[in-house]
């Protein structure tokens, strides 16, 4: 069982007693030892409370569909007599999982209405879909460099497996036998630069979602040791 901060138990008892917010059914998910919302939490807090309406729209000079960046503008109504809440959310190649890569418009328009939803109802917690993880716990990736630049990007690719490494403290060595595996490669230098960065967001994703689950992964490809070795 995963032990957490004082804060953080008190932040989930507020969570779920001020906002009824359900940890069983997904409303709430924790991400290294803190607490978010999720937007299928947020969506039945407004049913709750009987939200009259939610307004979406596209903020036109902030938005290039040519390069999938989306900034969109939400305004929750609460009440009747409410003159709203509004909340911005952007999405581009460079702040979406990979999963989700090619539909950053329906991205803003979460992270929008989640925005606007928190502050029409007083929630200081920031949403997963807001700090670009999803349920699936995946994070921000770099953005592409159209101008061909590999050099530049392969080190991009490079400094975030390191930063991955050193924020979930994993086995550097387990880590590259992983990447081996998972690129059907002879060795690391054999993979290509979109398996690489595949399984960069592979290894981001699955230390997001369960650390744990990785870790036996992880063991999985350490070298057994010789019995009766002198």
């Known amino acids: 069982m995963a032990l957490f901060s004082f804060r953080a138990t008190d932040l989930l008892t507020l969570m779920t007693n001020e906002f009824e917010f359900s940890l069983k059914a997904g409303e709430l998910q924790v991400i290294d030892g803190n607490w978010y919302v999720t937007h299928i939490g947020l969506l039945r807090l407004a049913r709750r409370k009987r939200c009259r309406g939610i307004q979406v729209e596209a903020v036109d000079s902030l938005c ?52 606007a939803l928190r502050k029409a109802y007083g929630i200081g917690v920031c949403s997963v879909e807001e700090i670009g993880a999803t349920p699936n716990g995946s994070e921000k990736f770099p953005p592409q460099n159209s101008n061909g630049n590999g050099h530049h990007a392969g080190a991009k690719v490079r400094d975030r497996l390191c930063q991955i490494i050193r924020q979930h403290k994993l086995d550097p060595e387990l880590v590259k036998a992983y990447a081996v595996d998972f690129c059907g490669t002879k060795s690391l230098k054999e993979a290509n630069r979109e398996q690489v960065e595949n399984f960069v967001q592979q290894l981001a994703d699955s230390a997001a979602k369960d650390r744990s689950a990785l870790l036996c992964q992880l063991n999985s490809y350490a070298q057994p040791r010789e019995d009766g070795a002198a």
């Open 64 to 115: 290039d569909s040519s390069a999938n960046r989306f900034v969109l503008k939400a305004t929750v109504f609460p009440s009747k007599d409410s003159s709203g809440f509004v909340g911005y959310g952007d999405a581009d190649p460079s702040n979406v999982s990979s999963v989700v890569r090619g539909a950053e418009m329906r991205v803003a328009e979460t992270r929008a209405v989640n925005r």
